[in-house]
Each structure stands twice: as structure tokens, then as C-alpha cells.
């Protein structure tokens, strides 16, 4: 019985440990997609193609930054190609908008605590 609470309540909260998006390979959110979750602290290079434009399904965690870069791995948010606040504070990181890269290819996506 008390397990079965625990697997509840972790279910219901795990969606707010991550940002949500549906990448794109192609701008204005077009050509192939995929659904990419990146946990709150953490980089996500890998499982992932070229992006060139996404669109926002689930919020991260409260003071979470969702940060996207050239390169194949993470740094600081200061080094971020974009970055915007993942916890729903950002006026354009709104669930269902589509953010575009003006036609670069970001190759790591990345939440960092601010």
C-alpha cells in the first residue's frame, strides 16, 4: 500500500524535474521531430539531432534557464548560443510557441539553476 503511494506521488511530480520540447530539424517547426525532455542541472547531447528550431511542451522546474549551444556539449548559461527561462517566466518559452535559431544548429540542450 505505502509503495504504491510512493510510485504515485513520483509519477505525478517527475514531469516537474524537466523541460519538455519537440525538436526540430528544420526551422519554424518543420521537417523531422522528436520529443526531448532535459532534466533540471543536467545536458542533454546525446539522443538527439541538429536543431534548428523547437517547440515548448512542459515547463522545468521553478528558476530553471533551458540553454542551447553550437557545440556538442554544455557550458555556463553565459557561453549559451540562446537561453531563456524554462520555468514558465520567460515572455517567449510559452508551452505551444515555436522558437526558431534563424537557421543555426544547436547540438546540445542544457538546464541550469539560476
Known amino acids: 500500500m505505502y509503495l504504491g503511494k510512493v510510485l504515485t506521488l513520483f509519477c505525478l511530480s517527475?514531469?516537474?524535474v524537466s523541460y519538455k520540447i519537440r525538436a526540430f530539424k528544420g526551422r519554424n517547426c518543420s521537417g523531422e521531430a522528436k520529443e526531448v525532455n532535459v532534466w533540471d542541472n543536467t545536458c542533454r547531447n546525446t539522443n538527439i539531432f541538429p536543431t534548428q528550431s523547437?517547440?515548448?511542451l512542459e515547463y522545468g522546474g521553478h528558476r530553471q534557464r533551458a540553454t542551447f549551444f553550437l557545440l556538442g556539449g554544455c557550458g555556463a548559461a553565459s557561453s549559451a548560443s540562446?537561453?531563456?527561462w524554462a520555468d514558465g517566466g520567460?515572455?517567449?518559452f510559452k508551452k505551444n510557441a515555436c522558437l526558431d535559431?534563424?537557421?543555426f544548429?544547436?547540438?546540445a540542450y542544457g538546464s541550469v539553476s539560476s
Do not use: C, I, L
Open 105 to 107: 544548429q544547436m547540438n
Open 82 to 84: 540562446a537561453d531563456w
Open 90 to 92: 520567460s515572455d517567449k
Open 101 to 103: 535559431f534563424s537557421g
Open 14 to 16: 517527475s514531469g516537474a
Open 54 to 56: 523547437f517547440r515548448v
